[in-house]
Nanobody, 120 residues
Framework: QVQLVESGGGLVQAGGSLSLSCAAS????????MGWFRQAPGKERVFVAS????????SYADSVKGRFTISRDNAKNTVYLQMNSLKPEDTAVYYC?????????????WGQGTQVTVSS
């Protein structure tokens, strides 16, 4: 079983930056797809970014391309999401996800979420 714990959320002004971390335990971290989803109030959980087990081919939602960067440190069992040029529309609860297959909202392991609030 895999356990995920997010950290790094908070309040930031538009144009600012935040860095999220997700610490994983259990199984073999390096063998999992890792990524981030987010859910804004009244909306469905949506994909943000992911990185495959080899740490190659990161993927991003169009809404965050050029602003967010996903990375992973297998030695530390941690995945990161660096968020720059934040916009109010980025306000959401951000969830870390892990799976043995490409990530979807329908399966896999999930963290508890961390709140990101971007003020105008």
């Amino acid at each position: 079983q895999v356990q995920l714990v997010e950290s790094g959320g908070g309040l930031v002004q538009a144009g600012g930056s935040l860095s999220l971390s997700c610490a994983a335990s259990g199984r073999t971290f390096s063998s999992y797809y890792m990524g981030w989803f987010r859910q804004a109030p009244g909306k469905e959980r949506v994909f943000v970014a992911s990185i495959i087990r080899s740490a190659a081919r990161p993927s991003y939602a169009d809404s965050v391309k050029g602003r967010f960067t996903i990375s992973r440190d297998n030695a530390k069992n941690t995945v990161y999401l660096q968020m720059n040029s934040l916009k109010p529309e980025d306000t959401a609860v951000y969830y870390c996800a892990a799976d043995t297959v490409p990530l979807t909202t329908r399966r896999g392991y999930w963290g508890q979420g961390t709140q990101v609030t971007v003020s105008s």
